[in-house]
């Protein structure tokens, strides 16, 4: 089973939100994790986590089918009566982008740094990208003590030091 892990970590490195989902989902599913901090910080990201945007279409008038009368005495003129829009089948609205989110270009934000050294700890260090659970549920509970592990270990002497080498004999 495949997954992805979507991390929100404060400025010292410190994993304060995550969430789960399959590997099959669009980065836009982790927006609720991002939303939950929309009054306390931003949240960077790369163009992965950008919603679409919707497109609103204007409905044109509806033309008149069938063939005009070969005269106009030859047959009566239809009435128009007035049409009320049909109404559109519900299509769940696309997830809109939070107002907490910084989508950021390829070479800007280095605050995003933070983020990448975390993983690559979390692939190194930790081996988390040879895990082999078959069911969301023990993968959530094992990604869950892995982040408050890497809190501890990181924040072990008192200050926030983003290296786990102590940690990994």
């Given at each position: 089973?495949?997954?992805k892990?979507?991390l929100?970590?404060?400025?010292?490195g410190?994993?304060?939100?995550?969430?789960?989902a399959?590997?099959?989902?669009?980065?836009?599913?982790?927006?609720?994790?991002?939303?939950?901090?929309?009054?306390?910080?931003?949240?960077?990201?790369?163009q992965?986590?950008?919603?679409?945007?919707?497109?609103?279409?204007?409905?044109?008038?509806?033309?008149?089918?069938g063939?005009p009368?070969k005269?106009?005495?030859?047959a009566?003129?239809?009435?128009?009566?007035?049409?009320?829009?049909?109404?559109?089948?519900?299509?769940?609205?696309?997830?809109?982008?939070p107002?907490?989110l910084?989508?950021?270009?390829?070479?800007?934000?280095n605050?995003?740094?933070?983020?990448?050294?975390?993983?690559?700890l979390?692939?190194?260090?930790?081996?988390?990208?040879?895990?082999?659970?078959?069911?969301?549920?023990?993968?959530?509970?094992?990604?869950?003590?892995?982040?408050?592990?890497?809190n501890?270990?990181?924040?072990?002497?008192g200050?926030?030091?983003?290296?786990?080498?102590?940690?990994?004999?």
């Amino acid at each position: 089973m495949g997954a992805k892990l979507a991390l929100v970590t404060d400025d010292c490195g410190q994993i304060v939100g995550f969430s789960v989902a399959g590997a099959n989902v669009h980065d836009t599913s982790f927006h609720p994790l991002i939303a939950q901090w929309e009054k306390k910080m931003i949240v960077l990201a790369d163009q992965g986590f950008k919603a679409k945007e919707p497109k609103i279409k204007e409905q044109k008038p509806k033309k008149r089918r069938g063939r005009p009368p070969k005269h106009p005495l030859a047959a009566p003129p239809l009435e128009e009566s007035p049409e009320e829009p049909s109404p559109e089948p519900a299509v769940p609205a696309p997830p809109a982008t939070p107002v907490n989110l910084k989508i950021c270009p390829k070479g800007g934000w280095n605050e995003r740094m933070i983020i990448e050294t975390i993983f690559s700890l979390f692939t190194v260090v930790l081996k988390m990208k040879k895990l082999t659970h078959r069911l969301m549920a023990p993968l959530q509970a094992r990604l869950a003590y892995t982040c408050a592990v890497f809190n501890i270990c990181t924040a072990w002497d008192g200050e926030v030091k983003l290296q786990l080498a102590p940690f990994a004999l």
